[in-house]
């Protein structure tokens, strides 16, 4: 598979090296890209030698890759309620526009509840344009789905991936205070195949959810971290108790923990 090196500027010294997608979600120019606890600003991702250059940097925040995947749903083949979630299996179109891809392929899909998704919008924070875009425990869900079911299905990273619903950090959702209520905004998680038509990755996903929703609570549990990383919810500012409850409330309706708004 194709490796993207990230070179320190001036000294040509190798930081690290990556796939291909994740070099482009992560070392954009302007990009803060943290790696053994030293921080890097990308200048520059030439993909012909397939190498980012970089200097230190010295301010104390990072980047985190956001999704900027647009999916439609195109076809529902089925439906099954697990726990309380309900599950959908079909066709969907994929528009990765920095890519310049747009195919469709097969997902699995699982509708957020309600009371995860308006706390999970209550946690946002701006970024520097004022968007709420930060602190966004969504992708901390798709992190541990991914890697669950990656671990289920025996795939790689580059065979599937996930995206939220365009509408996950779009405020303004109306809670009827229940958690529960009928006619509520659906907000989907996505795991769908990176082939055109699909593989059948995301069949096997949707046979097998309640092994990858198991899984990724325990990995995110069994993370030897105080409170969340890289390897569990993706991120080390998002809270793992946040995540770890979020994916519990995919099977039991459960509090919130303390200290949420």
């Not at 990273?157 to 950090?169: E, L, P, Q, V, W």
């Not at 205070?177 to 055109?196: A, N």
């Not at 069949?203 to 092994?211: G, N, R, T, V, W």
Request: hydrophobic fraction near 35%; proline fraction near 4%; aromatic fraction near 8%.
């Amino acid at each position: 598979k194709t490796r993207f090196k990230l070179i320190l500027d001036n000294e040509n010294r190798e930081i690290t090296e990556m796939d291909e997608s994740q070099a482009y979600h992560e070392l954009h120019p302007g990009a803060v890209y943290m790696h053994d606890g030293a921080l890097y600003e990308v200048l520059k991702l030439d993909l012909v030698s397939r190498t980012a250059t970089a200097k230190p940097f010295e301010e104390n925040y990072y980047t985190v890759p956001a999704g900027t995947e647009d999916i439609r749903i195109l076809q529902t083949f089925q439906e099954k309620t697990v726990e309380r979630t309900k599950i959908h299996f079909g066709d969907i179109n994929v528009d990765e526009p920095f890519f310049e891809k747009d195919y469709d392929t097969e997902s699995t899909w699982i509708d957020i509840p309600e009371d995860v998704v308006r706390v999970y919008r209550s946690l946002l924070l701006p970024n520097g344009a004022g968007e709420l875009v930060l602190n966004n425990h969504f992708e901390g869900l798709q992190n541990a789905i991914k890697n669950a079911a990656m671990m289920v299905t025996m795939t790689e990273r580059d065979d599937i991936n996930t995206g939220m619903s365009n509408n996950a950090t779009v405020q303004g959702y109306v809670d009827s205070g229940s958690g529960e209520s009928e006619g509520h905004e659906v907000v989907s998680l996505f795991i769908y195949d990176k082939y055109e038509g699909g593989l059948g990755y995301s069949e096997k996903i949707y046979e097998l959810i309640p092994e990858v929703i198991d899984h990724a609570i325990q990995m995110v549990k069994g993370c030897s971290c105080e409170d969340g990383c890289p390897a569990c919810v993706g991120d080390y500012t998002l809270s793992k108790k946040m995540v770890l409850w979020g994916l519990r409330s995919l099977k039991e309706r459960l509090e919130a923990p303390s200290g949420c708004p």
